[in-house]
């Protein structure tokens, strides 16, 4: 695959005009089921890890639920995510866009470089913690110029396929918990598309969220069954589908 900046976009996946590509946030003990189920289909995942925060338990209350947001040790970070991709969350998820420039770039560089450490290879990608609400475009710019991150996810839902203008403003598809339904219907359109042009489906979440019922993971089971094993299709990292490597 081509290497991808700004202003040079990809022209094809490995050969392929199609690309799927999954990214969930926080570093939770959640990770280890959701990676069995990607394992069992073949499919890729960029995960987000708050390096400060590993090892740290807590709960969340969601639609009724309270659950578990226990982070993983450090120790099983590599193990964990061998096969798929680990990226920046930043070092304490703050909201960005509420920091001095020096404090940006210490949360960001920093959990960049710790996690680089952890995971045995340079890593380079990011979300946003608290995605588009909690940065703006002079984030995106400190990041930029001052770090070794090559592309950070937002949470701005798209529902298109359209690869970014901007690695460091990279609006994903879809949400998997905020619109399940969505999911399968965008599922269905991506199958059946024959582009001329290189299109990505790009699904973000929280390993958590599938605890709010066990039908949760049970239909991302079936998504993932749904979209999985397309020879038009080719299956990677965030990393891999945006830069080529």
């Not at 976009?9 to 926080?26: E, H, I, N, Q, W």
């Not at 993983?72 to 680990?86: A, S």
Request: glycine share 6%.
């Amino acid at each position: 695959m081509e290497n991808v900046t700004k202003n040079e976009p990809l022209r094809s996946f490995g050969g392929k005009m199609k690309a799927v590509t999954f990214s969930y946030d926080d570093g939770v003990t959640q990770d280890r089921r959701l990676v069995h189920i990607l394992n069992k289909y073949g499919l890729k995942c960029t995960f987000n890890i708050n390096s400060a925060k590993l090892g740290e338990p807590w709960n969340i209350y969601q639609q009724g639920a309270n659950l578990a947001h226990v982070k993983l040790h450090p120790d099983e970070v590599r193990k964990v995510y061998e096969g798929h991709e680990i990226a920046v969350h930043t070092l304490h998820h703050p909201a960005l866009r509420s920091l001095s420039d020096e404090d940006i770039i210490k949360e960001v560089e920093e959990d960049r470089v710790r996690l680089s450490e952890l995971a045995g290879y340079e890593v380079v990608g990011m979300a946003y913690p608290g995605g588009t609400t909690c940065m703006n475009a002079h984030v995106a710019d400190v990041i930029r110029d001052n770090t070794g991150v090559k592309y950070s996810r937002t949470t701005t839902a798209t529902y298109k396929f359209e690869l970014p203008a901007d690695l460091l403003v990279l609006d994903p598809t879809v949400h998997h918990h905020a619109d399940m339904d969505g999911l399968f219907r965008l599922a269905e359109e991506f199958i059946d598309l024959r582009p001329d042009s290189p299109k990505m489906f790009y699904i973000w979440g929280h390993a958590y969220e599938f605890d709010v019922a066990e039908t949760e993971w049970e239909r991302f089971e079936e998504f993932c069954r749904l979209i999985s094993g397309r020879s038009d299709i080719y299956y990677g990292t965030n990393r891999e589908v945006l830069l080529g490597y």
